[in-house]
């Protein structure tokens, strides 16, 4: 199946506003993710561009690198274009792990919504599925189709219900505690437990209360801290991923060093730098070599370094 320019080789996923191929240009070139509309699906087309206006806007190292726009053609349909990223779905990535994964996978995935969130976007669409885990254990986040603003009127939907937080499904205003609810949540299946509340998201659950952690559940510590991010009510969850963050790190004991050789494998996207950051981290380093030509983003790697560590150390060459 053929996009423009663009080779469909490979079906990633399908649902109902479209289908996710692994593409290739025509004629030779690197492998991409492709992403299209069902032909003359107005609300889906505005979805897929304003996912590719969030790519393109927000300077994150957690979202994948917008490649192409592929305007609706004759055939009605549009497409996006980015970058593929290799990792896995979280549920995929959280099966049967141990304790020390689940740490640097959680971090990882709260240290992507805080850059998000930074940046001025609520994801409002959080899922196992759009948690995408790299080796290390930093996270990407994929499908912004529903992203808005801090305050927002959440006027694309709630995304995928089982995981949105109560306030998406009433249709309150847009809040980055929503995603700490779908997080938590999304982190909450991926270790195989069922939902805290049988009947979500046809009833909503009510009160202040944390969900009890099951009695069998994998790493119940954890899972008790995590269970606070799911408090029914905004006002009594962490008041952002950044404070949740913290807390985590706090209760984890997690390292600089530690965070720095999880960066060591997430893809760049800063300055005029796009790609993998050479970097080789044996455990518990706290330097890191920055090296690339005049120009090439070096200043700009070490300053999202520096923010990410929290205190490591790294030179330019």
Not at 93 to 99: N, R, S, T
Not at 184 to 212: D, K
Request: hydrophobic share 45%; proline share 8%.
């Amino acid at each position: 199946m053929r996009f423009g320019s663009w080779q469909a080789e490979r079906l990633i996923a399908e649902g109902g506003g479209g289908q996710v191929w692994q593409a290739r240009r025509v004629g030779g070139g690197e492998t991409v993710v492709l992403k299209h509309t069902r032909a003359h699906d107005g609300d889906q087309i505005a979805a897929l561009r304003r996912e590719y206006r969030a790519l393109l806007d927000v300077p994150c190292a957690a979202l994948p690198t917008p490649v192409a726009w592929l305007a609706p053609g004759v055939d009605g349909a549009a497409a996006l274009v980015m970058e593929l990223r290799a990792g896995a779905p979280l549920h995929d990535a959280l099966a049967g792990c141990d304790e020390a994964t689940l740490v640097r996978v959680v971090d990882g995935g709260l240290d992507a919504l805080c850059a998000l969130h930074a940046a001025g976007l609520v994801h409002g669409d959080l899922h196992p599925g759009n948690l995408l885990v790299h080796p290390a254990g930093s996270v990407s986040l994929l499908d912004l189709g529903l992203a808005q603003a801090p305050g927002d009127a959440a006027a694309w939907g709630a995304g995928l219900p089982a995981f949105a937080a109560p306030e998406r499904l009433r249709g309150e205003g847009v809040d980055p505690r929503d995603d700490l609810f779908s997080f938590g949540l999304a982190v909450w299946r991926s270790l195989g437990l069922s939902s805290p509340w049988p009947a979500y998201p046809a009833a909503l659950p009510q009160g202040t209360e944390s969900p009890a952690v099951p009695d069998a559940a994998p790493h119940a510590g954890l899972l008790a801290m995590i269970a606070g991010w799911l408090r029914p009510r905004r006002a009594d969850r962490p008041r952002d991923a950044e404070a949740a963050l913290r807390a985590w790190r706090t209760r984890t004991g997690a390292e600089a060093g530690d965070r720095l050789a999880a960066l060591a494998d997430r893809p760049w996207r800063w300055g005029r730098w796009q790609g993998q950051p050479p970097l080789a981290l044996p455990a518990g380093a706290r330097f890191v070599r920055i090296a690339g030509e005049r120009g090439a983003g070096r200043t700009g790697a070490l300053r999202a370094l520096a923010d990410a560590a929290q205190g490591g150390v790294a030179w330019l060459e």
